[in-house]
């Protein structure tokens, strides 16, 4: 018996010549001083290293104009608009609260409070002894116009809004939290780890009083 074997043999052809393959041109792409393929490379290295340099400066510069554009943009949509403006001073007629009446404006979105003193109470305010408060500031540190307080209706605990002539010190009285603060706005009792805030404010004239 004979066993027959074909075989398959597969063959590779292998060419050596690619005369139909055609080079690309990019003579079109290439700059004038350097079209001619006989040019040496370093012959137009120093205008090349030029134009490199001016490309990326010019870019540079571009780059720098437009984020200036874009941080001096993004400064001026955090700007305070015009009805922010207007609210950072209030005037207020002191001639039209009456003495030992607390009243309630609206200052930068917080209550302020503007006290008319008495007296009685620039004289109790003033006798108190400095060593013996929470947050040691003396009356006349905080009223310099002794019949004058003026302080943010804010309490210093956690930012809930006193009541007027309230309280064990007849000052102001926080509810959420039980903070007693006296008529010169410091705290005297509770909770609340500061005096009430005081704002910048003036007497430019009798009976003017402007805050912010």
């Not at 075989?7 to 001083?33: K, W």
């Not at 200036?68 to 403006?85: G, H, P, Q, R, W």
């Not at 404010?201 to 805050?211: N, Q, R, T």
Request: charged letters at 25%; glycine letters at 8%.
């Amino acid at each position: 018996m004979y066993l027959l074997f074909s075989l398959n043999i597969v063959t590779t052809q292998v060419r050596y010549a690619h005369t139909d393959i055609q080079v690309p041109d990019f003579s079109t792409y290439r700059r004038s001083d350097v079209q001619d393929p006989r040019t040496k490379s370093k012959e137009s290295a120093d205008s090349r290293t030029a134009f490199t340099y001016m490309l990326v400066g010019g870019g540079t510069v571009s780059g720098m104009y437009a984020a200036k554009s874009v941080v001096t943009e993004f400064i001026s949509s955090m700007s305070a608009s015009a009805d922010v403006l207007a609210l950072a001073k209030i005037e207020i007629k002191t001639d039209e609260i009456p003495e030992g009446k607390s009243v309630t404006f609206q200052w930068r979105g917080k209550p302020l409070f503007v006290r008319h003193r008495t007296e009685d109470e620039i004289v109790k305010e003033g006798s108190v002894d400095v060593g013996s408060l929470r947050d040691p500031e003396s009356d006349a540190q905080r009223c310099p116009n002794s019949k004058w307080l003026i302080v943010l209706g804010v309490c210093t605990h956690l930012g809930c809004v006193p009541i007027a002539d309230a309280g064990d010190f007849g000052g102001y009285y926080c509810p959420c939290h039980g903070s007693h603060y006296d008529t010169a706005g410091r705290i005297r009792k509770g909770p609340a780890p500061l005096n009430l805030e005081i704002p910048p404010y003036e007497f430019p004239e009798e009976g003017l009083l402007i805050v912010g």
